[in-house]
């Protein structure tokens, strides 16, 4: 497998992206930095009543200013796999015992297939990056995730208040998506699982 051949550079890819560690959900930065994640959901603006408008527009405002550091606002634009959403299609035809479901399982696939022909389908996510700095001298962990909680909790209840879902990710899932940025390709055919990411850091491969 490509993603367990040591690489032949003389810096590791952690020091290559700047990442120490991550651990329970948290970045570990150089020079005492932390980071955490927070995955959003979306909403239609547009689509909204202007009485619905203003109150978003008054909870943003005051979400801003209640903001106790400053925040990174992510937007990742992936495109969509149809061929491995229409892969579980097909294998849930085959389970099907009636033939009137197989048939429509067959000319759904083929309507989609039919709808994204010689175009692409673009997914967006959007993350929202919390930072930290510790300035003394003693590295306490505990303190630090302790902050960013507070943070963290802080901005989701605000984020909530205007109907948007949040998430914060653990660590697996920062992790993997530093691997879509890092190997676009590979991600939909060699997916990251904890076992993997066990079985790097124990032979020292990243």
């Known amino acids: 497998m490509w993603l367990l051949n040591k690489s032949k550079s003389k810096t590791n890819s952690r020091k290559q992206i700047e990442i120490k560690e991550v651990r329970n959900g948290i970045l570990i930065l150089p020079n005492h930095e932390y980071r955490l994640v927070i995955k959003t959901s979306s909403i239609n603006f547009e689509l909204k009543s ?68 010689g ?38 209840k605000s984020l909530e208040k205007m109907g948007i879902k949040t998430k914060a990710l653990d660590s697996l899932e920062i992790l993997d998506l ?11 055919t060699q997916e990251l699982k904890s076992e993997t990411i066990e079985a790097l850091l124990r032979n020292n491969y990243v």
């Open 178 to 188: 530093f691997y879509s940025f890092y190997n676009p390709s590979q991600i939909k």
């Open 119 to 156: 175009n692409k389908i673009l997914s967006r996510h959007f993350y929202i990056v919390v930072p930290y700095r510790h300035e003394g001298k003693k590295r306490d962990f505990e303190l630090v995730k302790e902050q960013l909680h507070i943070t963290r909790d802080l901005i989701m």
């Open 50 to 117: 202007e009485e619905e408008q203003d109150v978003i527009i008054d909870s943003y405002q005051n979400f801003l200013n209640s903001l106790p550091c400053n925040l990174q606002i992510l937007v990742r634009v992936r495109e969509v796999d149809i061929d491995q959403y229409l892969e579980q299609m097909m294998r849930s035809k085959d389970m099907e015992k009636q033939t009137v479901y197989k048939n429509q399982i067959t000319n759904y696939c083929q309507f989609i297939k039919n709808l994204v022909s």
